[in-house]
């Protein structure tokens, strides 16, 4: 089996092996992978952090032995805490990285960082202050930056920058955690699901204090919450129904 690493800002993880199919995530800089399937022009890959799976461009990741993968994998995170930071690498070039962009493999890959870092886990009442990096960010189907992230990408980019693991897709971060039965139960960090008319999970936001929530819909935004569901403070109705309120930590 083949590994690799993110040697670039971001990288499109495709549905298929083709540039004009569905964006399902983003690779960031510093992630780390396995190789399960490699063609000509596309590696089919399965991501270390969340196990999520799809398409990268060949020419967009360095290789990795099993070896180094295995030694990067057991490093305590460490990831940027800016929302655009510069990786200078061995030839004195400058590369863009993203907010929540990994800093475990500078040694390995030679370059340097001197912007802020964050480590370790932290109180969960700082969720919400991480959230607050990503408003206004714009809706991206698949996205995980402050340049463009979905639902699911938000939730697990606030988690992950607090030390926290959600996975990728909205039905996957609702198995997670136990669920609550009542919205006074929650406390802000808490995450909400919200369904569509089949029932079916479809969207999900980080609830706040005094009934209020953020979440990606259009873009990074700030919504009132009751038992209904959200409740579109600019559109004065409600937008999505929900479904369950989970705590995760």
């Known amino acids: 089996m083949t590994y690799g690493i993110a040697n670039l800002s971001i990288i499109s993880l495709r549905i298929e092996p083709c540039d004009t199919t569905e964006l399902i995530s983003q690779v960031l800089y510093g992630d780390i992978f396995k190789v399960i399937e490699k063609r000509k022009k596309w590696s089919k890959i399965r991501l270390d952090f969340d196990r999520c799976e799809g ?42 990285i993203p907010l929540g962009s ?25 969720l919400i202050n991480t959230a607050f990096l990503y408003r206004n960010a714009p809706f991206l189907r698949g996205g995980k930056t402050p340049f463009g992230i979905d639902a699911p990408g938000f939730t697990q980019m606030v988690y992950k920058l607090n030390g926290y693991s959600l ?8 198995k997670q955690g136990e669920a609550l039965s009542f919205i006074e139960e929650s406390e802000p960090g808490d995450l909400a699901f919200f369904d569509n008319a089949d029932g079916q999970i479809i969207h999900v936001g980080i609830i706040m ?30 937008t999505h129904k929900l479904r369950v309120i989970k705590k995760i930590i």
């Open 55 to 96: 398409w990268i461009d060949n020419n967009q990741y360095l290789e990795i032995t099993e070896v180094d993968y295995h030694s990067l994998g057991q490093i305590a995170p460490t990831l940027s805490a800016d929302l655009i930071e510069f990786i200078q690498d061995a030839n004195d070039q400058l590369l863009t």
């Open 102 to 126: 990994s800093l475990s493999s500078l040694n390995f890959m030679n370059h340097s960082f001197d912007g802020n870092c964050i480590s370790g886990i932290k109180p969960k009442d700082n």
């Open 209 to 238: 204090s005094d009934n209020y929530i953020i979440h990606s819909h259009g873009k990074v935004r700030i919504d009132r919450l009751d038992h209904s569901g959200i409740y579109n403070v600019d559109k004065k109705l409600h």
């Open 167 to 174: 996975y990728r897709t909205v039905d996957q971060q609702a």
